[in-house]
């Protein structure tokens, strides 16, 4: 593969879902051939992280990198140093502005990925600008979903070359438990009872991902299902207004908030729940969209039925009907209603399960796009 200089705010230690899509495919690189630039995340943390890393990793001394003169020098100075080939934006804005500056001496090839925020850019005239210069200064942007693509193709411009380019699932690490008592191990570190019928909701706290709803909809939920149990799991700045709104509606003791939740726990978790519902909406007139949600995937792969929010991409995660339900994220009576239909038929909602784990199987493996990626950063004559 061609040598590659990865430029990203968004990479680990830090938390996030733009932050394991990055981390994901770089396991599909030649870590002898790979060079990360990126901000720093908690000096001792990011250290240690750092550490374990097969690649080279530079850190500059700030929490964000933004396409500023010393951060385009940095960036100018390890292309020269790595002589690296391919340059590649972890998020196209706003960092790939800086495609322009950095097309010299032994680069060939530059790629810029996107997510979903690009969606929000595209739709102010400054920023819309800025995604028309990474359009013609770029060689490839990548795509998460067919709905990002159609909402922000044409602010790139007739130059860019949009390639699909979604994120995948490690389906030997997120697959069905099937000890019962690892299981219960899980809930049992996490207060759930093992007779609770345990929705999950793993993700940031922030609105766009409808734990609001979620918890509207729980005192609807345990009217029919009177065992359930709501875990929220991560962190974010929602969660003081989550906490009061739980009150508010009387779940307090059947709302669970587990904080940052540990790496190894992430998957306990999912073979723990019974549903995963993340009803996410889109917000402030477009501009906060889901983008994909691999989220959602990740349940599938672990046999978990899913409750998806009509937002964005997140949608095309799921096969409405069959490895879940998609739903209006903006209102908690569907959420409730949805959450009920899969909690109240255990064969439907093991049928969704397994239906989930084969979808997953199919078409979501990290195998065949890590294998995609890497032919993505190799330049075009090769």
């Known amino acids: 593969m061609a040598r590659t200089l990865l430029i990203t705010n968004d990479y680990p230690p830090r938390p996030g879902g733009i932050q394991s899509y990055i981390e994901s495919y770089l396991r599909y690189l030649d870590a002898e051939d790979v060079c990360v630039l990126t901000s720093t995340f908690g000096e001792e943390e990011s250290a240690a992280y750092d550490a374990a890393r097969p690649y080279t990793v530079r850190r500059m001394p700030t929490g964000m990198l933004l396409p500023t003169p010393n951060v385009i020098a940095e960036a100018q100075r390890l292309v020269d140093e790595w002589q690296a080939e391919t340059v590649w934006f972890g998020a196209a804005a706003p960092l790939a502005v800086m495609s322009g500056a950095l097309r010299r001496g032994s680069v060939r090839h530059i790629v810029a990925s996107t997510h979903g925020h690009e969606v929000g850019w595209s739709m102010l ?61 899980t809930r049992s570190r996490y207060s759930i009872g093992s007779e609770a019928k345990m929705i999950l909701c793993l993700s940031r706290l922030v609105p766009r991902k409808g734990q609001d709803k979620l918890i509207a909809a729980l005192p609807k939920i345990r009217a029919r299902i009177p065992g359930a149990v709501l875990v929220l799991a991560g962190g974010g700045p929602y969660r003081a207004t989550l906490e009061k709104l739980a009150e508010r509606h009387g779940v307090t003791d059947h709302v669970i908030f587990t904080g940052r939740v540990p790496e190894d726990d992430v998957v306990k978790l999912h073979q723990a729940a019974d549903v995963f519902a993340m009803p996410a909406r889109t917000r402030g007139a477009g501009l906060d969209v889901e983008g994909l949600g691999i989220v959602y995937l990740e349940a599938s792969a672990c046999g978990v039925p899913v409750v998806a929010g009509r937002s964005g991409g997140a949608p095309e995660t799921v096969l409405d009907g069959q490895t879940g339900l998609v739903v209006d994220g903006s209102q908690s009576r569907p959420v409730a209603e949805a959450l009920i239909e899969i909690l109240d038929d255990d064969a439907r909602a093991r049928s969704m399960g397994r239906a989930g784990r084969e979808w997953v199987l199919g078409k979501w493996s990290w195998d065949e796009l890590g294998n995609r990626m890497r032919e993505v950063l190799l330049p075009w004559d090769d």
Do not use: K, N, W
Request: aromatic share 10%.
């Open 125 to 185: 005239p400054p920023s819309r600008a800025a995604l028309r210069y990474i359009g013609d200064h770029t060689d490839a942007v990548t795509f998460v979903s067919e709905y990002t693509r159609q909402r922000f193709s044409a602010a790139f411009g007739p130059r860019a070359r949009l390639i699909h380019q979604p994120g995948g699932v490690d389906v030997e690490r997120f697959a069905p438990e099937t000890d019962r008592s690892a299981i219960e191990a």
